[in-house]
């Protein structure tokens, strides 16, 4: 179970678009459709802001937008907002039947 | 309206135990499965452990295999969560998080979190 890789800061501009990696194995990103985004703000819980690789939940902007390749899912954002900083995390459901998060990427707005 | 109140968290020494609980209220309980998941203070996010909607299969990641129990009682909308053998480094904030509605996603929905510290 070893976490998925993703960068640990990013930053852009106000409304600038950026873009997250999430590589993991085909035991997990490359093998199912579930990868799931979260952003966490200082002290909150973290928020769930896609779901099965492109789904949005209800509410979220889309602004937000995911995306897989092999065993890369990624997360873009697009007209970058200064609310918008924050941790970024992704997680994918795996082959043994367990989920495994990204070690989570701080985003910077510049 | 969706409500989900961790509880049972506090300063344990390592090799102790402690039992979490979450209270659940807004949705139909019995109908979903529960994850734990844990954030070490300044660390990222941690799968720890889920339950079928019907607490007939539970998965664990290996991290607490062997030490932690997942539970649930549907009668009393609560998911548990039994920590033995606590180490240093299970000290974290503990999230109970129901799945979502593709069965593969959770966090839709989050407690507001209960602070596990094991120190000697």
């Known amino acids: 179970q070893s976490a998925l890789t993703q960068p640990a800061s990013v930053s852009g501009s106000p409304g600038q678009s950026i873009t997250i990696s999430c590589t993991g194995t085909?035991?997990?990103?490359?093998?199912?459709?579930?990868v799931s985004w979260f952003q966490q703000h200082p002290g909150k819980a973290p928020k769930l802001i896609i779901y099965?690789?492109?789904e949005r939940p209800s509410g979220v902007s889309n602004r937000f937008s995911g995306s897989k390749s092999g065993d890369t899912a990624s997360l873009t954002i697009s007209g970058l907002q200064a609310e918008d900083g924050a941790d970024y995390y992704c997680s994918s459901f795996t082959s043994s039947d367990t989920w495994v998060f990204g070690g989570g990427t701080e985003l910077t707005v510049l | 309206q969706v409500h989900l109140v961790e509880s049972g968290g506090g300063v344990v020494q390592p090799g102790g135990s402690l039992r979490l609980s979450c209270a659940a209220s807004g949705f139909t309980f019995s109908s979903y499965g529960i994850h734990w998941v844990r954030q070490a203070p300044g660390k990222g996010l941690e799968w720890v452990a889920f339950?079928?909607?019907?607490?007939?299969?539970?998965y664990y990641a290996d991290s607490v295999k062997g030490r932690f129990t997942i539970s649930r009682d549907n009668s009393k909308n609560t998911l548990y969560l039994q920590m033995n053998s606590l180490r240093v480094e299970d000290t974290a904030v503990y999230y109970c998080a129901p799945q979502g509605e593709s069965g593969y996603d959770f966090g839709v929905y989050w407690g507001q979190g209960t602070l596990v510290t094991v120190s000697s």
């Open positions: 085909s035991s997990d990103v490359g093998g199912y459709n579930y």
């Open positions: 099965d690789v492109t």
């Open positions: 339950i079928r909607y019907d607490g007939i299969n539970e």
